[in-house]
């Protein structure tokens, strides 16, 4: 469960949020809406710590958001923007790293597993060996896909992230996170799509507002 309750946030002059109170049951699923500036890749950082609001409280799983448990309450959510910054080196190489990370460590590597998520995102087997400079932009965004699909975490939070995809790709892309009932699923996307889903949809405006 992810709940804002009279949450507020200004960035100089600038409100972005005014006593902004939303609930996400599990499982349930919420659309992010608004103009570019009024604030929704913010909202979904602070969903992460990375942005504590002025005013108001932020609850994971019933639990207040803080500094003593953020790195905890993390471990339950998975960040996926339109601008992911991988870094270099072969693909394979760059998915075993994030499973070295400290609060992965936990999870087996299993190649198998990597080969059929490829698959399921059309980019086969062979994708492991490439170099991650020589992907597109849409091949990027699929591998950042699968690796925080391999993670298996409970809440997924999608920044734009069929902003670099065809239309058959958005489709592939909606149908399956649409289809993991039992995850949390918080998506920031202009795409039509994900509007024609039917979600609960709140509206960021740029004067602060929230409907």
């Known amino acids: 469960m992810i709940k804002l309750d009279n949450v507020t946030l200004s960035f100089g002059d600038q409100q972005l949020f005014e006593r902004l109170s939303v609930e996400v049951p599990a499982g349930g699923r919420l659309l992010i809406s608004g103009e570019s500036g009024s604030g929704k890749t913010t909202l979904l950082r602070m969903l992460l710590g990375f942005v ?7 609850y994971v799983d ?6 003593d448990n953020v790195w905890r309450l993390r471990r339950k959510m998975a960040y996926v923007s339109q601008e992911m910054q991988i870094g270099k ?12 990370f400290k609060n992965n460590r936990r999870i087996e590597y299993r190649r198998d597993k990597v080969i059929a998520l490829l698959e399921d995102f059309q980019l086969g087997s062979g994708t492991l060996d490439k170099d991650l400079e020589d992907l597109s932009g849409g091949e ?33 892309i909606v149908n399956y996170f649409t289809n993991l009932d039992d995850k949390t699923l918080i998506i920031s996307s202009h795409d039509k799509i994900w509007h024609d889903q039917g979600f609960p ?3 960021l405006g740029n004067n602060g507002s929230s409907t």
Not at 62 to 67: F, I, N, Y
Not at 141 to 154: E, F, S
């Open 140 to 172: 990027l965004q699929r591998v950042a896909i699968i690796v925080t699909l391999l993670l298996n975490r409970q809440i997924y939070l999608l920044d734009e992230v069929t902003s670099a995809l065809d239309q058959q790709l958005k489709e592939m």
């Open 201 to 203: 949809t709140i509206h």
């Open 62 to 67: 019933g639990e207040q958001l803080q500094v």
């Open 52 to 58: 504590l609001p002025d005013r108001g409280m932020v």
């Open 89 to 100: 080196g072969r693909v394979e190489s760059f998915i075993k790293e994030i499973f070295r």
